[in-house]
Structure formats: structure tokens, C-alpha cells
């Protein structure tokens, strides 16, 4: 969208570097590397926040403040209130749908998919960013936000309980809403945080028996994918071939493993390489109607020397760090 191209070289140079979600030279591997930057630091404390509909609950006088004083044209702050305030479609329980109107009427809220969202949600955000730094709050507090789109944690050196209170009452004045029931304290390495679907936490190096502060894909990520493959072996696709199974589940794997390379990951490439072999045996077995478990006919070797599964085991690390 045209309007984007003009708005986004605008704001980017006002977004904090502490926000990485929608940003050209930013990733969410960016947020977790920071966060993990941070804890092996000492900043071990750490405020592990949730906002509550936060792309439904933007409000939109204090985010229309906020583009004006870098946008002066009129038509072009009309267009952008007409976007925040178009109808949108909702699915009800009956997954009927329906037209609302409710951001108009609420004066609240970014339509979620609009080309705009994410940077208004973004500019959005930037306001709880800056204000903890231009308050002090970063400073006296040695607490440090990392933040991708909805998302963010405040890592401290000993001082969560006040950097809990200050985000409480700074959201309150913006308008947004913490979610009380998954908003907590975590304190590393006794626990661990759960950041962008890592896990950072206490590890232990399988080579030296040390511990360490690490980063590895957490137990939720793991079990999603396991969900993902068992879709895909199931029995209603024995009518496909087998170079079509293993094709898609590649190009899932490969996409899972590119996020998924911070830290020691070798113990959940393992599990999920087992748990492929296991679900593409099963379909198989299923295909060829084979009363046997089918290791015999389709070993391992064949599953991935023949059919071309990919082994994640196989696969290089990127970062130094990534070493169980």
C-alpha cells in the first residue's frame, strides 16, 4: 500500500531499538538473543507481561496524538482514522459472520490484516518504550524492556516488584489492559521465561556438565509441531504419494529449525526426528496395508536416504551458543 511506503521510513526512525517486530533490519530472534543477553547479564528478574486484545484495544485518540506530530497532512490523518475505524468482520461461536462497527464505536482498536496495523501497532507501543526511558524508570530501575509487537518482558538486576507496579500504572494510563492471570515474576535461574515460544533458562552442557543461561524451543513449540506432522501422516492422505508426505513435511521441518536454532537444540531435533520417522511410518504402513510396524520395510536409513526426509540432527548451528 502506497500510504505505508510514505508512513513506515517516518516512524521507523522514531521506534525504539528495544522493538523488533515489523522492522526491515529487526526479528524475533533479535528480541530472544537480547533477552537472553540480558539474563546472562544479571538481569535474572524478569516482569514476563501480557496484554489483554492489545491490537483490539488500541486506543485511537492518544495513537492519532502520536502520528500528527510527524504527519501534517490532513487527507493522509483523515484516511488513517478511516482505517482504524472501518467495519470489520467478526466469527461468532456459530461461525457465522458478521459486519461490526465496534472500533468506531468504542474508539478502539486496529483492524487486524489492514497493510497498516503493524506499524500503527508498533507506534502504539513505542509510547510505553519511550516513556519507561524518558520516566527513568529504565535507569533507577536497571530494567530493561525487549519488546516484539504484543510482546514484551523487563528484564531487572533486582527490582521486578517496583518494575511490575510502574508497567501497571503506565498502562493504565495508556489505556491498555494487563492481563492479571499471565502477567508474572519470574526469577532466573530458579525459573524460566517463555519468550516468542523459546524457553531461557537454566541449561547444562551435556559435554562439560556446567550450567549456563540458555535458550532452547520451548515444550508448547515442540508439541505444536508434533501436531502439524500427525496432521500430515494421517490416514486421510494415504490416497497421496509418498514423495508428497515427506515434501510437505520438509518444508514444515526446515521452516520450524530456521526459527528454531538459538541455543541447545539438539535434544528437540531429536525428538522431533523420532517423532517424523515414527508418524511417516505409520502413514506408510497405512498406504501399503502392512500388518507389521514397518521398521523392517522402511528403516530409518530408507526414510531418509530413499523417500529424502530431512534429519534435523543434520543440520548446522548458526550461533556459537547453540551447543547442548
Given amino acids: 500500500m ?3 511506503l510514505v508512513l513506515e521510513p517516518i516512524f521507523e526512525a522514531d521506534l525504539e531499538p528495544e522493538q523488533h ?3 526491515a533490519e529487526h526479528s524475533a530472534l533479535d528480541a530472544v538473543k537480547e533477552v537472553h543477553g540480558l539474563l546472562s547479564s544479571g538481569h535474572t528478574e524478569v516482569v514476563d507481561a501480557d496484554l489483554s486484545g492489545y491490537f483490539d484495544s488500541i486506543p485511537h485518540s492518544e ?3 502520536s502520528v500528527s506530530r510527524r504527519v501534517s497532512d490532513r487527507h493522509l490523518l483523515k484516511l488513517i482514522k478511516m482505517w482504524l475505524e472501518a467495519p470489520a468482520e467478526e466469527v461468532d461461536d456459530r461461525g457465522r459472520r458478521r459486519r461490526t462497527t465496534r472500533n468506531k464505536d468504542e474508539g478502539r482498536g486496529s483492524p487486524q490484516g489492514s497493510p ?5 501497532a508498533n507506534i502504539c507501543m513505542r509510547r510505553f518504550v519511550l516513556g519507561w526511558k524518558v520516566l527513568g524508570h529504565e535507569r533507577r530501575l536497571d530494567a530493561h524492556i525487549v519488546n516484539y509487537a504484543d510482546d514484551f518482558v523487563i528484564c531487572c538486576r533486582g527490582s521486578a516488584d517496583e518494575a511490575m507496579r510502574v508497567m501497571r500504572s503506565m498502562m493504565l494510563r495508556l489505556r491498555l489492559t494487563v492481563n492479571e492471570t499471565k502477567t508474572r515474576l519470574c526469577r532466573v535461574p530458579q525459573e524460566s521465561v517463555t519468550f516468542l515460544s523459546y524457553t531461557i533458562g537454566l541449561c547444562h552442557s551435556a559435554r562439560t556438565g556446567r550450567s549456563y543461561i540458555g535458550t532452547k ?3 508448547k513449540a515442540i508439541d505444536s509441531l508434533k501436531a502439524k506432522i500427525h496432521v500430515l501422516t494421517e490416514r486421510r492422505w494415504l490416497w497421496t504419494t509418498v514423495e508428497d508426505r515427506v515434501a510437505k513435511l520438509n518444508r514444515m521441518l526446515l521452516g520450524w529449525s530456521n526459527y528454531f536454532c ?3 537444540v539438539s535434544p528437540a531435533y531429536q525428538a522431533i526426528d523420532r517423532y517424523t520417522r515414527h508418524r511417516l511410518r505409520q502413514w ?3 498406504k501399503h496395508k502392512l500388518q507389521s510396524r514397518g521398521t523392517t520395510r522402511f528403516p530409518d536409513a530408507r526414510l531418509h536416504d530413499e523417500f529424502g526426509l530431512i534429519r534435523l540432527c543434520d543440520r548446522p548451528r548458526s550461533f556459537p551458543w547453540a551447543k547442548g
Fill in 284 to 286: 506408510l504402513r497405512g
Fill in 63 to 65: 495513537l492519532m496524538k
Fill in 262 to 264: 538459538l541455543g541447545p
Fill in 116 to 120: 497498516i496495523s503493524p506499524l500503527l
Fill in 217 to 219: 524451543p520451548s515444550a
Fill in 21 to 23: 517486530a515489523y522492522r
Fill in 2 to 4: 502506497a500510504v505505508v
